[in-house]
């Protein structure tokens, strides 16, 4: 099982950006999948969760500004980033539990994307 987040890059203060993550391989089936990032210098934080039933929970700088959603069919996660502001630079990293027939149900970590917010 692989998780391949794209989408970061850099982008102005008040700007947007869209991440996306593809999970793919012997996928049986898909949990919750979320989105953290971290910081330089900082610990790695939650960003945004959505469940298998489209139920979503945001870390409390993020709501209002973020959406998360994911397309069932396609095993694959966004992330829309509106309002962006300089504190939101980081690298983000999807994270999601799945289950396969071997090893059975695990989290499963992507690469991670930078995203960079500065005029």
């Known amino acids: 099982v692989q998780l391949q987040a794209s989408g970061g890059g850099l982008v102005q203060p008040g700007g947007s950006l869209r991440l996306s993550c593809v999970a793919s391989?012997?996928?049986?089936?898909?949990?919750?999948m979320n989105w953290y990032r971290q910081a330089p210098g900082k610990q790695r934080e939650l960003v945004a969760a959505?469940?298998?039933?489209?139920?979503?929970a945001y870390g409390d700088s993020m709501k209002g500004r973020f959406t998360i959603s994911r397309d069932h069919a396609k095993s694959t996660l966004y992330l829309q980033m509106n309002s962006l502001k300089p504190e939101d630079t980081a690298v983000y990293y999807c994270?999601?539990?799945?289950?396969?027939?071997?090893?059975?149900?695990?989290?499963?970590w992507g690469q991670g994307t930078q995203v960079t917010v500065s005029s």
């Open positions: 994270n999601a539990v799945i289950a396969t027939i071997i090893p059975g149900e695990r989290a499963y």
């Open positions: 959505i469940t298998n039933g489209d139920t979503t």
């Open positions: 391989g012997s996928i049986h089936s898909i949990k919750v």
